[in-house]
């Protein structure tokens, strides 16, 4: 095996520029794949990340129960209670829910919420607004309004209230001033304008309002429990299996974000398909190029395979000699291949530094060691059929030549 190894050594060392051009060929395919991995990851993480990062990835919103009914023994209704229009669906004993949850793995945070709807009111102007309710202290929990804040701060207390960028000019309002909270069960506040953001999101910047969660209770006149609460996750893919764990724990009916989200997981699923068949031309090509080269070196090398025919080297050793050449063409160019794809995904930014109008590059999904060992294997298949024809050369024709 050495002796075949090093017989294969000399074949490669023996052409060096075909050789450097051969493993050039091999780093280029191997740098194409790994920057298609880098790139279809790195699109799917910046497209959920503007998606669903600032969404709850699982959400349990309080319902309304059934109204009760009455009924004989016969089966005819006698009697059914009616819902008031302006009652609110409550979850209770969140003190309880919270932490528990919070021992679920894999939760990064968790936001109890108080939602509804509402009109927003300086003079004369009236906007109608969504208002939410957060705890202090869990302002960015879900969505992260302090990386959003553009003036003032994201900080809620009694009397504060944040709100988006393009109704802040829709009605002319900045940092500090006074304006008035009316919410759907017709409860007005005075609040102070304490922070804007600016999320990049129309509906969210135009509509969307946040209080303290004390002064939604008065808004909305539910002394205990939220009406919902948000869950975080640190990984998003999660969420399904972290539903369902909830759902074990508490009875709540926890709902995952991927419900709902069929279109979207659709366009990712289309999306990494599309950069599967990428990579597998990429692979194709190596090993075209690996197979013509190695079946090339076999013509050439007729004559010395004969003699080692003649020697006493069997069929299985010349197997061996072109199949090792072959091995060795895919490391080097592998190795080569993913040393410059990782050097050239260094100068983009990280995944949690996207930037808009740039490339979303993500290098931690470069693929390398796949990258390494698939051109291995592809080069060892590549050079399997130029190996039995090396094989099969007849030593008295090879040395006649």
Request: glycine share 12%; proline share 3%.
């Amino acid at each position: 095996m050495l002796y075949g190894l090093k017989i294969a050594m000399r074949y490669l060392t023996a052409s060096k520029a075909q050789t450097a051009l051969l493993v050039s060929g091999v780093a280029v395919g191997v740098f194409i794949f790994i920057f298609m991995s880098a790139l279809i990851g790195g699109l799917a993480e910046f497209i959920l990340s503007r998606t669903v990062g600032d969404i709850s990835h699982v959400t349990i919103e309080a319902e309304i129960a059934d109204p009760a009914i009455l009924i004989d023994a016969d089966g005819f209704l006698l009697a059914a209670i009616e819902q008031g229009r302006q009652r609110t669906a409550t979850l209770r004993d969140t003190e309880t829910w919270v932490p528990l949850i919070e021992t679920v793995p894999g939760i990064r945070a968790v936001s109890p919420q108080i939602a509804g709807a509402g009109f927003l009111t300086r003079g004369a102007q009236v906007a109608q607004v969504s208002v939410t309710g957060l705890e202090i202290g869990r302002e960015s929990a879900i969505l992260n309004l302090e990386g959003y804040i553009i003036a003032g701060s994201a900080r809620l207390g009694s009397g504060v209230v944040v709100l988006g960028r393009r109704l802040a000019e829709d009605l002319d309002l900045s940092v500090g001033q006074v304006l008035r909270l009316q919410s759907s069960n017709g409860v007005t506040a005075v609040l102070t304008l304490g922070g804007i953001f600016q999320t990049g999101t129309g509906m969210l910047d135009r509509s969307s309002v946040f209080v303290s969660l004390p002064t939604a209770r008065t808004l909305f006149a539910l002394p205990q429990g939220v009406t919902r609460i948000e869950i975080k996750l640190d990984d998003l893919n999660a969420a399904d299996d972290t539903a369902l764990r909830i759902r074990a724990l508490t009875g709540l009916d926890a709902v995952p974000w991927t419900d709902g989200a069929e279109q979207l997981m659709e366009a990712l699923n289309a999306q990494a398909q599309t950069g599967y068949f990428l990579k597998t031309f990429a692979l194709i090509t190596i090993v075209i190029g690996v197979a013509s080269a190695l079946l090339l070196s076999t013509y050439r090398r007729r004559p010395e395979i004969g003699i080692m025919r003649a020697m006493g080297a069997g069929r299985g050793f010349v197997v061996f000699v072109f199949v090792t050449q072959g091995a060795l063409v895919g490391l080097l160019g592998g190795v080569t291949g993913a040393t410059l794809g990782y050097l050239a995904l260094l100068p983009f930014p990280r995944r949690d530094e996207f930037v808009s109008g740039t490339l979303p590059m993500d290098i931690t999904q470069g693929s390398y060691g796949l990258a390494i060992i698939l051109t291995v294997i592809g080069a060892i298949l590549a050079s399997i059929l130029p190996a039995r024809a090396a094989a099969r050369v007849d030593p008295v024709q090879a040395i006649g030549q």
